[in-house]
């Protein structure tokens, strides 16, 4: 599905992230998860892993994230962060 959906990454020190993306992956308590424009709602617990944001331009921009949640919401990603540290 073509297409874009919103982003938004928070960690306990505010706002890391807030654009537009094509793919969003996180890895929650029983697994990987990938999700694109048009998922349908959903809320989660993450666990200890990476998180990675694919943006309009196919460039990605990663995360690793210990604890806290992920929801999707009328093509609306946003992931509440426990910790969050970016990667290269």
């Given at each position: 599905?073509?297409?874009?959906?919103?982003?938004?990454?928070?960690?306990?020190?505010?706002?890391?992230?807030?654009?537009?993306?094509?793919?969003?992956?996180?890895?929650?308590?029983?697994?990987?998860?990938?999700?694109?424009?048009?998922?349908?709602?959903?809320?989660?617990?993450?666990?200890?892993?990476?998180?990675?944001?694919?943006?309009?331009?196919?460039?990605?921009?990663?995360?690793s994230?210990?604890?806290?949640?992920?929801?999707?919401?009328?093509?609306?990603?946003?992931?509440?962060?426990?910790?969050?540290?970016?990667?290269?």
């Amino acid at each position: 599905m073509a297409g874009t959906l919103r982003c938004s990454v928070l960690s306990p020190d505010g706002e890391v992230f807030d654009g537009e993306v094509s793919f969003v992956e996180a890895h929650a308590l029983d697994g990987r998860l990938g999700i694109l424009p048009g998922h349908a709602p959903l809320i989660t617990a993450l666990g200890e892993g990476p998180l990675r944001v694919t943006l309009e331009n196919s460039e990605d921009r990663k995360w690793s994230v210990s604890g806290g949640f992920l929801e999707v919401l009328a093509n609306h990603v946003s992931v509440v962060a426990e910790g969050l540290r970016e990667q290269e």
